[in-house]
């Protein structure tokens, strides 16, 4: 678990497995835990493994 000052990618709302991300989903905040905020445009059309939390940070694992 890599936590630093930078920025991080949060999710906006909670969604479902398999569900495709969206730009408008996401939301960048401090701290950086996870995907780093310079790769939030690679996360859009991508599609959730798993349940995902509202306000909880994204990780690679959790995409296809």
Known sequence: LNVCRKPGVYLKKTLRKNKIIKLKDLEVKKPQIGIEERYVKLLNNLRTKKKLLKNKPI?????K
């Open 59 to 63: 990780m690679w694992e959790d995409l």
